[in-house]
């Protein structure tokens, strides 16, 4: 599923109906023409006020390739993926007479992907999208897999749409100029890769974290350093890459992608999304970690080491114990509900995600119990 050509560029193949390579290395711009195919003539790029720099060298590419490319800014981060951003966006392809025939590229990080590929899923009932993430979460996780949504007020992503993209670049060059935290955060889904299906991710992470975590923004010069990235990147999108291309619609197998992420939701919207999504999976993850402990499915040496290896990066793995109901309320609401029926993927071991549905009201609570601490004077700055 994946090659290495001579200058060391990855090449992760997702497969499915519509297969799609995700490219991962440096110096990627001209790789876009071909992932955008033939017959494209108008390119409307996506992106925030603080990638509008990138974003204008892509236009400018594609411009002197001959496309009539388009810049457009949105929102920054959950602020993007609203209705009436999108209907901005839906306004400037009508007015610049966008066809079936021509495509979006996104520059940004995963809010800027989710939003671009919703935004292309819808006009005309579907038109090309290609991703140029700018973020790790969005390099391994939001970029990948053809899933797009906008949030409403009663909760994240409850609008959305399957539509894969015709191809995603992920250069590493991006991640030199990314805040530390925003590394950090991300580190949170290639970890959740780590335990749900490639315990190697989890080798290579806790061999050297600190290191890890030191290189973000830093250059291309640590080659070894780089080298561990890469890897990372590559093994955490060949993980998504091969259940997205057994099931894209989330009917079985995908599922186990949203390790955490019930909770995870829960907390971004109760903190009206001033946590990063990374570190409200990390608190997810240990939730879920314990609720398996507890319903006797997970030993006690995996769940102390989902708070080991997060800790050990600088993700957070408690939250506020006068939440509660609040999160529960708000998990009632998560589309992976069946009605009143919470259900949760949890892990038997690593590597062996299952799920767990209909837990007892009391076990939820204990686990909760587990990862709480008292109502904080402020906030860290991996929540902000």
Not at 94 to 110: E, K, M, P, Y
Not at 175 to 200: M, Q, T, Y
Not at 213 to 226: I, Q
Not at 296 to 305: F, K, P, S, T
Request: glycine share 10%.
């Amino acid at each position: 599923m994946t090659d290495t050509d001579r200058t060391g560029t990855r090449v992760v193949h997702v497969p499915g109906e519509q297969p799609y390579d995700v490219v991962i290395g440096r110096r990627l711009l001209g790789e876009l023409p071909a992932l955008l195919g033939d017959g494209v003539q108008r390119v409307l790029v996506l992106c925030t006020e603080a990638m509008t720099t990138s974003a204008e060298a892509v236009r400018e590419d594609l411009a002197a390739q001959g496309y009539t490319a388009i810049l457009a800014e949105v929102p920054d981060a959950e602020n993007a993926k609203s209705a009436q951003v999108a209907a901005f966006c839906w306004q400037i392809l009508g007015q610049s007479d966008f066809t079936r025939s021509d495509a979006i590229v996104s520059v940004g990080g995963g809010a800027t992907t989710d939003l671009a590929g919703f935004v292309a899923s819808t006009w005309l009932r579907g038109i090309t999208v290609v991703h140029v993430p700018t973020t790790l979460l969005a390099m391994v996780d939001a970029a990948v897999g053809g899933k797009t949504a906008i949030n409403t007020v009663e909760g994240k992503n409850l609008v959305g749409t399957f539509h894969p993209p015709a191809g995603v670049l992920c250069d590493l060059a991006a991640l030199e100029s990314l805040p530390k935290w925003d590394f950090v955060a991300g580190l949170a889904e290639v970890i959740k890769c780590g335990f749900i299906a490639d315990p190697r991710i989890l080798e290579l992470v806790e061999a050297d974290p600190a290191g890890l975590v030191e290189r973000a923004g830093t250059s291309g010069a640590d080659t070894a350093g780089e080298d561990v990235l890469i890897e990372l990147i590559e093994r955490a999108v060949r993980v998504k890459a091969r259940v997205v291309g057994e099931d894209l619609t989330e009917s079985g197998l995908r599922e186990i992608l949203n390790y955490g992420h019930t909770l995870a939701h829960a907390i971004e919207q109760v903190e009206r999304y001033a946590w990063r999504h990374g570190a409200a999976v990390s608190v997810g993850m240990v939730f879920v970690a314990e609720l398996a402990r507890l319903a006797g499915r997970l030993d006690d040496a995996v769940v102390d080491r989902h708070r080991a290896i997060l800790e050990s990066v600088g993700l957070p793995v408690t939250y506020r114990g006068d939440r509660w109901e609040q999160l529960l309320a708000v998990m009632r609401r998560d589309k992976k509900s069946r009605g009143d029926l919470l259900r949760f993927v949890v892990l038997d071991d690593v590597a062996k995600p299952s799920r767990l549905e209909g837990p007892d009201p009391t076990l939820l609570a204990a686990a909760y119990a587990e990862i709480s601490v008292d109502a904080p004077t402020g906030r860290a700055p991996i929540a902000l």
